[in-house]
């Protein structure tokens, strides 16, 4: 009974940090839209400098990208273990 218990634990506790890993996704849509936005102002108010600002601006969503594969890797292996 007690052995039960503790396994139903285990998994609430499991799925409790799931859903805990998926919130950097959320943050990272956010994080995009207010990335792309940016790009589209600045590339306005400046347009000599779009090569410049598109660099950059990838390079930001290729980081903000990192930590959303980051936290999918970490929530797989909490769910595995």
């Not at 589209?40 to 410049?52: A, G, H, L, Q």
């Not at 980051?70 to 595995?80: A, H, K, N, P, R």
């Amino acid at each position: 009974m007690f052995k039960a218990f503790l396994l139903l634990l285990v998994i609430a506790a499991k799925t409790l940090v799931l859903g805990g890993c998926m919130l950097p996704i959320a943050a990272g849509a956010m994080g995009t839209s207010l990335l792309f936005s940016s790009y589209s102002i600045s590339v306005s108010r400046n347009p000599e400098e779009v090569e410049t600002l598109f660099n950059a601006t990838l390079m930001g969503f290729a980081l903000m990208e990192t930590f959303i594969f980051t936290s999918f890797i970490v929530s797989y292996l909490i769910y595995l273990t």
